[in-house]
């Protein structure tokens, strides 16, 4: 099957389970949106929605978090990480917002990328999901399902937006990004995929891809906690005095012995 056919084939299954996906974020406006998608990095959408109203609760435009401290702010966001790089950003891009664009989320991609904690990927969510605009934010799960899928190389997610952009139409891109997000989600999980089972991976994924994916969790070392020592002795054996805590004295075993051995 060659890769448009196979791009048609996936855009009308996932048309067909998700005919009016929903933005995950909840947001009021494009600079909620803006905020909303700063904290989505590295954590979940569920998370973000739990702590973003309480930030908007103490402001919810860029003067008012302008006004705000970075301490403040990183106390309220610790819960999505990364909170201390975060709330600089958050209030950096608003005192700009505020000092360069009148209080307003500018509609380019020039000037949001310009942002303090503004890559590529949050400008293209915002221009797509706030103003409309053409764009087609991929992230890792994005990047992954299309090259699982065989529409795209998977040499870099740069590599496959060119090539997602070139398989579907301009008006298309948004909604088929979060169609896309939704099927990882609920039906292609990045470990432990029954390709067999998957509405697209059944017949979209090459056999040797799906091998690949198979050997590598095969190859995965299971995790495997050491137990605890439970004497004196073991627990010396298993850490030398030099790794004791700083401020606590050393148990009879840890102790140097008189000659200095």
Not at 16 to 35: C, K
Not at 65 to 87: F, H, S, Y
Not at 104 to 120: D, I, K, M
Not at 137 to 154: E, F, K, N
């Amino acid at each position: 099957m060659i890769r448009s056919d196979k791009a048609a084939r996936v855009q009308k299954i996932l048309a067909e389970l998700y005919p009016l996906p929903p933005i995950p974020l909840h947001h009021r406006d494009p600079y909620t949106l803006l905020i909303a998608v700063l904290l989505s990095a590295q954590c979940t959408d569920v998370r973000v929605n739990q702590v973003a109203p309480r930030l908007f609760a103490r402001a919810d435009t860029p003067k008012g978090m302008a006004g705000l401290g970075v301490r403040q702010i990183e106390a309220i966001i610790r819960p999505c990480g990364l909170a201390p790089a975060k709330a600089k950003h958050i209030r950096a891009l608003s005192r700009i917002l505020v000092e360069r664009h009148a209080g307003q989320v500018p509609a380019s991609f020039e000037a949001l990328e310009a942002l303090p904690g503004v890559g590529h990927k949050t400008a293209s969510v915002v221009m797509a999901q706030a103003f409309g605009q053409p764009a087609f934010p991929v992230d890792t799960h994005i990047h992954r399902l299309a090259a699982r899928w065989g529409l795209s190389s998977g040499r870099s997610v740069e590599v496959t937006e060119r090539d997602l952009k070139r398989l579907y139409p301009p008006e298309a891109w948004s909604t088929l990004h979060l169609q896309i997000i939704y099927f990882g989600r609920e039906h292609c999980p990045a470990r432990a995929h029954a390709f067999d089972r998957c509405p697209i991976c059944s017949w979209a994924a090459s056999k040797r891809r799906a091998a690949g994916e198979r050997q590598i969790r095969q190859r995965r070392p299971a995790r495997r906690r050491t137990p605890p020592c439970r004497s004196w002795a073991r627990r010396s054996a298993c850490r030398p005095a030099s790794a004791t805590p700083a401020g606590r004295r050393p148990c009879r075993t840890e102790q140097p012995s008189p000659d200095g051995e």
